[in-house]
């Protein structure tokens, strides 16, 4: 079996390197990656009654984790910037167990992916959530961030059952 090598890493110099895809043919190419929130009784109360002193923050969230995936390749060192086709962010607040969900799409025809602009969008929008209900609840917990699937580029389809709903 043939040993993975780094991309963004340059074994003669042992030194961080942005990958040259200069060679690589512009395809369709979709992300989706998915978090969970861990909150309190008492903020999920206040959230799903509307009552949040700060006003909407899903609503601010998502708008923040769609501006925050057209900026990836500004925060990201080794990240090429990409034209951003489509972002789409749901954001579910599960009552029942005191949980916010949330899962950002990304869409864009590149020569590379847009797994970063996804994960950046879900990241985003959790930290924007926390940033307006800390003042309720500050043991929010922001977890299980990653990759649920890729389409696209030369390796195809990816899909993480690692990320599905129910294991989460």
């Avoid at 190419?29 to 009552?51: F, N, P, V």
């Avoid at 950002?104 to 847009?114: F, H, I, L, W």
């Avoid at 890729?150 to 990320?163: D, I, L, P, V």
């Amino acid at each position: 079996m043939m040993k993975k090598q780094l991309s963004h890493f340059d074994q003669a110099t042992s030194r961080a390197k942005m990958v040259n895809v200069g060679h690589k043919t512009e395809t369709t190419r979709k992300a989706t990656t998915r978090c969970i929130m861990y909150i309190s009784q008492e903020l999920t109360d206040i959230l799903d009654k509307g009552t949040l002193e700060k006003g909407d923050a899903f609503t601010v969230a998502k708008t923040a984790g769609i501006l925050a995936a057209k900026q990836t390749g500004l925060l990201i060192p080794m990240c090429h910037p990409l034209p951003v086709n489509y972002v789409d962010i749901e954001i579910s607040l599960m009552i029942s167990d005191n949980i916010i969900r949330i899962q950002s799409v990304v869409e864009t025809t590149a020569k590379t992916g847009v797994e970063m602009e996804a994960i950046v969008a879900t990241s985003i929008a959790a930290s924007t959530i926390y940033d307006m209900c800390k003042a309720v609840d500050k043991k929010i917990i922001i977890s299980k961030l990653g990759l649920l699937e890729k389409t696209g580029g030369k390796s195809g389809r990816f899909y993480n059952e690692k990320m599905e709903w129910d294991q989460l």
